[in-house]
């Protein structure tokens, strides 16, 4: 099976499996948000014919929260695309749970992985990592 195929029968799978969830639809009778960024992600393989976008698999190796109000978290994911090419995604989000307005830090960045372990992440998230790519 090609690689088209191979994500349209990723996508369905997904689709189906989604479909499936018990969770409760949102607001106004719209389809739970899994379902709706599903739906946009299938939309974007094809467009014109063409492949568009690419599956990549993320496998989250390191949470951290932090706070009594959980208020500070960080993820780290190892993702692969479908090319072998391999990136850290570093997501965090650093709210003040004192201030009323919706101030904050969060984000997303990928890094090599090269890049990533030669980087001031915390070491212990870098050995982490380090024992799932097996270098």
């Known amino acids: 099976m090609g690689a088209i195929g191979g994500n349209l029968a990723r996508a369905s799978a997904l689709l189906q499996a989604l479909s499936r969830s018990t969770a409760p639809p949102s607001r106004a009778g719209r389809k739970p948000a899994a379902l709706d960024a599903a739906s946009?992600?299938?939309?974007?393989?094809?467009?014109?014919?063409k492949q568009v976008d690419q599956m990549?698999?993320?496998?989250?190796?390191?949470?951290?929260?932090?706070?009594?109000?959980?208020?500070?978290?960080?993820?780290?994911?190892?993702?692969?695309?479908?090319?072998g090419q391999r990136f850290v995604e570093h997501e965090w989000s650093y709210v003040d749970p004192h201030k009323r307005a919706s101030?904050?830090?969060?984000?997303?960045?990928?890094?090599?992985?090269?890049e990533f372990l030669a980087s001031d992440a915390p070491q212990a998230v870098k050995d982490i990592l380090t024992k799932l790519i097996g270098s």
């Open 56 to 83: 990549a698999e993320k496998v989250e190796f390191h949470k951290s929260v932090k706070g009594p109000l959980m208020e500070t978290e960080d993820r780290w994911r190892l993702v692969t695309e479908d090319d």
């Open 103 to 114: 101030s904050g830090n969060s984000g997303t960045k990928r890094f090599a992985v090269d």
């Open 40 to 49: 946009r992600r299938v939309d974007l393989l094809f467009l014109g014919g």
